[in-house]
C-alpha cells in the first residue's frame, strides 16, 4: 500500500488559515486522497477527499500537487474547534479500507 | 440523525471474561469497519463487512470475532479478554467505495 508522510505536529493562531501537508510520492494512479480528523476523546471525522483536481467543502480545501506526490489541507481560518490530529490517507478505488498513521497534531491557540 | 451508535461507551473487564461490543447505524449503508486504537496511536482495522453477511479480516483480528447481524448491526466479541486488548474500540459505516466513513463515538475498554 502507498504511505503517506506527516508532520507530528504544528501549530497555528486563531483565525488564520493553516496548511496541513502531506507526502505521498508512491501513490498509484488510482488512489484517492482522503483527510480525516480526529477531535480529542471522538471518533474521527471525514474532512476532504480528492482525485486529482484540487477540492473545497465547507469544512477545507484539498491542494493536490500537479505529479500527485503531495497535498496539502488547507483551513482557511483556524477556530480553537480544529484543534484535532488530521489524517491523510490514500484509498485505492477498488478497495474498501482506510490505514491511519499517526497524523498531524493541530494545536490552535487563541 | 444518529448515525452509529455504540454501546457500551465504557466497560472494565478482568482478564479471562467475554464481552460483545454493539454498533448499529441508521444510514442504511452497506460496510461496517471495526477499529481499535491504542494510546498515542492511529486506528487499526480489526474486523470488516463489506455487506450483509461478509466479514474479512482486517489488520490486527487475533482474539476477536465479528458478527454481521443485519444490515444496521455489526457487534465484536472477545471471547477471553487480555490486557493487551485494553484499548478504544470504534465502530465505522460506510455506503459504497471511496464514499466517506462515519464513526462512532466509541467504546473505552479497560482490561484489569
Known amino acids: 500500500d502507498a504511505k503517506t508522510t506527516q508532520p507530528n505536529s504544528m501549530e497555528s493562531n486563531e483565525e488564520e488559515p493553516v496548511h496541513l501537508p502531506c507526502n505521498h510520492s508512491t501513490i498509484s494512479g488510482t488512489d484517492y486522497i482522503h483527510w480525516y480528523r480526529q477531535l480529542p476523546s471522538q471518533g474521527p471525522e471525514y474532512v476532504i477527499h480528492g482525485l486529482t483536481s484540487n477540492v473545497n467543502n465547507r469544512m477545507a480545501s484539498l491542494a493536490i500537487a500537479e505529479d500527485r506526490k503531495s497535498s496539502t489541507l488547507i483551513l482557511h481560518r483556524a477556530t480553537l474547534r480544529d484543534a484535532a490530529v488530521y489524517y491523510c490517507?490514500?484509498?485505492?478505488?477498488?478497495?474498501?479500507?482506510?490505514?491511519f498513521g499517526k497524523g498531524t497534531m493541530l494545536l490552535v491557540s487563541p | 440523525n444518529a448515525g452509529v451508535t455504540q454501546t457500551p461507551k465504557f466497560q472494565v473487564l478482568k482478564t479471562g471474561q467475554s464481552m460483545t461490543l454493539q454498533c448499529a447505524q441508521d444510514?442504511?449503508?452497506?460496510?461496517m469497519y471495526w477499529y481499535r486504537q491504542d494510546p498515542g496511536m492511529g486506528l487499526r482495522l480489526i474486523y470488516y463487512?463489506?455487506?450483509?453477511?461478509?466479514?474479512d479480516k482486517g489488520e490486527v483480528p487475533n482474539g476477536y470475532n465479528v458478527s454481521r447481524l443485519n444490515k444496521r448491526e455489526f457487534s465484536l466479541r472477545l471471547e477471553s479478554a487480555a490486557p493487551s486488548q485494553t484499548s478504544v474500540y470504534f465502530c465505522?459505516?460506510?455506503?459504497?467505495?471511496?464514499?466517506?466513513?462515519?464513526f462512532g463515538d466509541g467504546t473505552r475498554l479497560s482490561i484489569l
Open positions: 463487512s463489506a455487506s450483509e453477511g461478509t466479514t
Open positions: 490517507i490514500l484509498l485505492n478505488s477498488g478497495y474498501s479500507t482506510l490505514t
Open positions: 465505522a459505516s460506510r455506503d459504497i467505495s471511496n464514499q466517506p466513513q462515519h
Open positions: 444510514m442504511n449503508h452497506n460496510s
